[in-house]
């Protein structure tokens, strides 16, 4: 069975692995300096990486202060 952190650990953006317990104590396993930045990188963890860039493309467009950093392969259309 997954648990609540296993899925947090594996969200597309390393800086969007967040969460908050019942109890209010913040889950954080990548940090909070990316989010703070705003910059979106592929979480490693995440086992759709072709997903990243539409996600990140489509926060961007909400919120256009962020910035994206895609591998190369990746970029360049590679899954």
């Given at each position: ?19 908050v317990t019942a109890a209010g104590e913040l889950y954080a396993p ?22 990243f860039l539409p996600k990140a493309k489509d926060y961007r467009a ?18």
């Amino acid at each position: 069975m997954l648990t609540a952190r296993a899925g947090v650990q594996q969200f597309l953006a390393g800086c969007t692995c967040v969460g908050v317990t019942a109890a209010g104590e913040l889950y954080a396993p990548y940090g909070l300096d990316e989010l703070a930045a705003g910059q979106l990188t592929l979480n490693p963890l995440n086992r759709t990486p072709d997903l990243f860039l539409p996600k990140a493309k489509d926060y961007r467009a909400r919120w256009p202060w962020l910035t994206i950093h895609a591998p190369d392969w990746l970029a360049e259309g590679g899954a």
